[in-house]
């Protein structure tokens, strides 16, 4: 496609579901970050995935997050047990290697 | 741990003036590039400098990185309102994991 997508825009759980992000990354591009930012906050970095490599896990906060992309194409990023502390806007961004990151439009999470 | 770090934290001006922010940073690195988000979600690119360029333009834009210093700064020149928004810088560390790490923003406001 033409840009990143993320799926879905919006999303509203309740406290210990757990929940799924989707993103569709631009075709061809070998790199796929996922980052987590709190209102009026910076980018948190979750983890990122190159290519074939083992995806690089250093950002994750804790073991009730885990990330998948497969076919080196298609990523999710699943959140067990959701709690309240888990709430913020979601972004994806694909890149060439080491290149021009282009972000998806990100998916809220609401936890109550 | 955060790579940049981006300053001020908030910068309010009029409009036509220039608007300057910084970044440092504390490891080599491959490149360096600065993203704006307007209110809402998605990043948007704007410049890429590599490690070995020292000044960048772009438009109203002009990015300078001083590897001596591990500092970068975007000046925006004659600022319109529309230019309100976050501006973030993000790192490509050289050597390493190629994952892009971002700093917390610099906050600018345009006064019209």
């Known amino acids: 496609g033409a840009g990143v997508s993320q799926s879905p825009s919006n999303k509203v759980t309740e406290k210990g579901k757990d929940v799924e992000l989707r993103c569709d990354p631009i075709s061809g591009h070998t790199a796929l970050y996922w980052y987590r930012q709190s209102l009026g906050q910076g980018l948190e970095f979750l983890i990122y995935?190159?290519?074939?490599?083992?995806?690089?896990k250093s950002g994750l906060p804790s073991d009730r997050f885990s990330a998948e992309r497969t076919g080196g194409s298609v990523s999710t990023l699943t959140i067990q047990r959701t709690q309240q502390e888990d709430s913020a806007v979601y972004l994806c961004a694909s890149s060439p290697v080491g290149g021009q990151g282009t972000f998806g439009p990100g998916t809220r999470l609401t936890v109550l | 741990s955060q790579q940049g770090e981006e300053d001020p934290q908030a910068l309010s001006i009029q409009e036509g003036e220039n608007a300057t922010m910084n970044c440092s940073y504390k490891t080599s690195i491959n490149n360096l590039q600065w993203y704006r988000q307007n209110s809402g979600r998605g990043l948007v690119h704007l410049i890429l400098i590599r490690s070995n360029e020292r000044e960048k333009h772009s438009g109203r834009l002009r990015v300078t990185l001083d590897t001596s210093k591990k500092s970068s700064s975007l000046l925006i020149t004659a600022s319109r309102a529309a230019d309100t928004a976050s501006y973030f810088c993000a790192t490509v560390r050289a050597g390493g994991s190629e994952k892009l790490v971002f700093g917390k923003g610099t906050k600018l406001t345009v006064n019209p």
């Open positions: 995935f190159q290519g074939n490599s083992a995806p690089d």
